[in-house]
């Protein structure tokens, strides 16, 4: 057994010296630590932020913003999968533009070629209904022998015919028309 002796007020300034300098030595790992978990942080952060960034523009539809690739890990790589979707996407939506160009052109014609079919059915009717009328009357005139003499009667049949003959002619050339809207006959 071995006894020994000392101050305790000594002691007591060794443990208060001991206490401050490790309350010291604390406080400044925490300062470090948390400078050194930000630094490390946003070399982590920043490309994903940027990453973000890039994508909110390709939600905006600018698609000329790209990462720059640096690295060679999984940001980089996920840079480069962000890179080649902002490149697709670029190159769809121009086709679905230059598609869509296209469709209001067809559209924009087939007004036009309807347009053109309502005017063409109003003058084809009516080059119809003028045919048909004299027809019509020249025939009524043969019925109620209007005319007794031969001559007479005989140019009113040629008015007949020869107005059958305006109108045979007037409905070929329709269907000969609805032949080639068709593509069922060559010109």
């Not at 925490?30 to 994508?55: E, H």
């Not at 990462?67 to 902002?86: F, T, V």
């Not at 009717?125 to 009357?137: A, F, N």
């Amino acid at each position: 057994v071995v006894f020994l002796r000392s101050n305790f007020e000594s002691i007591q300034e060794s443990v208060d010296l001991a206490n401050q300098f490790l309350g010291y030595i604390g406080l400044i790992s925490v300062v470090v630590g948390i400078v050194a978990m930000f630094i490390v942080s946003s070399r982590f952060t920043k490309p994903i932020l940027d990453l973000a960034n890039i994508a909110k523009r390709m939600s905006e539809l600018d698609f000329e913003a790209k990462y720059p690739i640096k690295r060679k890990d999984e940001i980089a790589e996920l840079g480069r999968s962000i890179n080649a979707l902002s490149d697709k996407l670029q190159k769809t939506i121009s086709e679905l533009k230059k598609a869509n160009n296209e469709l209001k052109n067809d559209i924009q014609k087939k007004t036009e070629i309807d347009e053109m079919r309502k005017e063409f059915l109003s003058n084809v009717s009516h080059e119809l209904k003028t045919p048909i009328s004299l027809i019509q009357g020249y025939a009524e005139g043969l019925m109620e022998n209007v005319n007794e003499d031969e001559e007479n009667r005989n140019f009113y049949c040629e008015v007949i015919m020869d107005e059958a003959n305006k109108m045979n002619q007037l409905v070929k050339k329709l269907l000969t028309l609805n032949e080639l809207e068709f593509g069922n006959n060559q010109v």
